[in-house]
């Protein structure tokens, strides 16, 4: 890796200025109500990019009454959907015509590489808002027959302000994945982004106002979760939170929302997912489809394919490209082009990851490829796979969350379906296989929210997501999230003569 190294020392300026930092509170940028606030950090050099409005409780709950009131007296939820739906398509196509700036700030704030933010991820922060600015006018309630001398009929309404917690790993993607349906459905939302990433949101935030987004309807507050964040949660006047982020925060958010007023919570956290290849695989499509479903993002996915289980026939060849794989992965300054991998977010990750790796030496798993830090400025990380890991190794159990790929070998269908299923996590899994019977099987037998087959990282907007177990609660995504953010009226009306 010297070369990779050496060439991670001149750092490219970012093609964007940073031009908001405080918050999005009724419609206007604001000032925290403290006057503090806190430096964002470039991971590729460790350096301040900008200080933002660091939102506390005050802050939340200024961005509450503005979202009630939005809620309460204000156009959103009476208008008519079509309405809605306009200022939704009107928005998606202002991120296109931002495309490129909103994607150097993602790369900026999160590390990844820019031509995955400006081709893949940004595109489809405009295609989820276009989905849910669809579904605005076609959600409706039901006639139901009842029991003869009634009338029923549903009502689907909005659930009224809802909270948002997100993560640092897909800044745009989580924010839109939540704000989408709830817009849709009419409701008024505080969005809190993670304190590692407070920047695209609030670059997009202005652009929905433009887009015709009336004042108050979202409001995204900047800040740190023990603070801003559990003054979401366990707010009297929000009525859901939905959350992406750690299994033990979110324990947190459900407990904070049971102590306050019971609040609807859904929450997508994380995963260990089996990545799972086949006797009868073609090893070099294998290895290529495992390699992206782990480093891909710089391995920071709930969804990554983290337990990479292969059948004992293809084992050895596997585990040999899988290393050559992982050596000639290109790693550099984010916004370079033709960078498979920036550096990981921020140095609390960092450290978690290389924390892991000594554990993964340290239990006998035999380190393939790299194991350590890339150059000696900013975040990035060698790009690791280690073989003969054991299914009690900490690495095999635990949420890594980075470039360390730990490949498992299995002999049969049943021990892999039950080696797989050992988790507390239950969010996604990968299959790599031509047989149909195999195919079916284990797309049956494995608990989690989603199964890949001869794929990986779908993440297409109309597809739904989330976790079974410790993974989560509730679907984001495609027509079940809409679900998150209505609420079911049954209308009773007595036919006076039911015999017509
Ligand atoms: O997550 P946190 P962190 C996993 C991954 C990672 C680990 C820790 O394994 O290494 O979590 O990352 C807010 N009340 N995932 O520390 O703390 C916080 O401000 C309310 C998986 O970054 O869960 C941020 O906005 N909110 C994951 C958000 O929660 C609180 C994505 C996520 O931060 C809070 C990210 C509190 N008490 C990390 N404490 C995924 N599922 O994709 C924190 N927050």
Redesign the pocket.
Same mark, same amino acid.
């Given at each position: 890796y010297s070369n990779l190294a050496a060439s991670l020392e001149d750092t490219i300026t970012p093609p964007v200025k940073v031009q908001h930092t405080q918050l999005l509170i009724n419609g206007k940028f604001v000032d925290s109500a403290s006057g503090k606030t806190f430096p964002t950090l470039d991971p590729r050099t460790g350096e301040v990019i900008a200080q933002v409005s660091e939102g506390d409780v005050e802050d939340v709950n200024r961005a509450v009454v503005a979202a009630r009131k939005a809620f309460d007296e204000g156009p959103w939820p009476r208008m008519t959907a079509y309405e809605r739906s306009k200022i939704l398509f009107r928005f998606a196509d202002l991120i296109e015509k931002h495309n490129d700036e909103i994607a150097a700030l993602e790369t900026w704030d999160n590390g990844k590489p820019y031509e995955q933010s400006a081709k893949i991820e940004v595109p489809m922060l405009a295609r989820v808002f276009r989905y849910y600015a669809g579904w605005a006018d076609k959600i409706h309630g039901m006639t139901v027959p009842g029991d003869g001398s009634h009338h029923v009929q549903t009502l689907h309404e909005p659930i009224g302000v809802a909270g948002q917690?997100?993560?640092?790993?897909?800044p745009l993607l989580?924010l839109s994945w939540k704000l989408g349906p709830a817009l849709a459905c009419g409701n008024t939302v505080v969005l809190?982004?993670?304190?590692?990433t407070p920047l695209s949101a609030l670059l997009v935030g202005r652009l929905l106002h433009e887009a015709g987004l009336p004042e108050g309807v979202v409001n995204i507050v900047s800040?740190?979760?023990?603070t801003? $964040?559990?003054a979401?949660?366990s707010h009297m006047d929000i009525d859901k939170v939905a959350?992406?982020?750690?299994?033990?925060? $979110?324990k947190?958010?459900l407990e904070?929302a049971s102590k306050s007023n019971l609040k609807a919570v859904t929450l997508?956290? $994380? $995963?260990k997912s089996p990545f799972i290849v086949c006797e009868d695989a073609d090893v070099d499509q294998a290895v290529e489809l495992a390699h992206f479903a782990l480093f891909f993002n710089q391995g920071?996915?709930?969804c990554a394919g983290s337990r990479t289980f292969v059948h004992e026939r293809v084992y050895d060849e596997f585990v040999e490209k899988a290393k050559a794989r992982a050596m000639n992965r290109v790693v550099g300054d984010p916004f370079k082009s033709g960078i498979e991998q920036g550096p990981q977010v921020d140095s609390?990750?960092f450290k978690?990851i290389l924390k892991y790796i000594r554990h993964g030496v340290d239990s006998g798993a035999t380190l393939q490829a790299g194991g350590d830090r890339l150059g000696s400025k900013g975040y990035y990380i060698q790009p690791t796979v280690f073989s003969d890991v054991k299914d009690d190794m900490l690495i095999a159990k635990d949420?890594?969350?980075g470039p360390v790929q730990t490949i498992l070998k299995f002999k049969d269908l049943d021990e892999v379906i039950a080696r797989a299923n050992n988790s507390r996590y239950g969010l996604a899994a990968g299959v790599f296989t031509q047989n149909l019977d195999t195919a079916n099987r284990l797309m049956r037998a494995l608990r989690v929210g989603s199964v890949w087959i001869n794929c990986f990282d779908v993440f297409d907007a109309t597809i739904p997501f989330g976790g079974y177990k410790m993974s989560g609660i509730g679907r984001e995504k495609g027509i079940y999230s809409l679900n998150n953010y209505l609420q079911v009226k049954a209308v009773v009306t007595a036919i006076k003569n039911p015999a017509w």
């Open positions: 917690i997100i993560p640092w790993n897909f989580m809190k982004t993670a304190e590692q800040g740190f979760g023990p801003a $964040g559990a979401i949660a959350f992406t982020g750690s299994t033990d925060v $979110g947190i958010i904070l997508e956290l $994380g $995963g920071q996915c709930c609390e990750q978690k949420e890594i969350f």
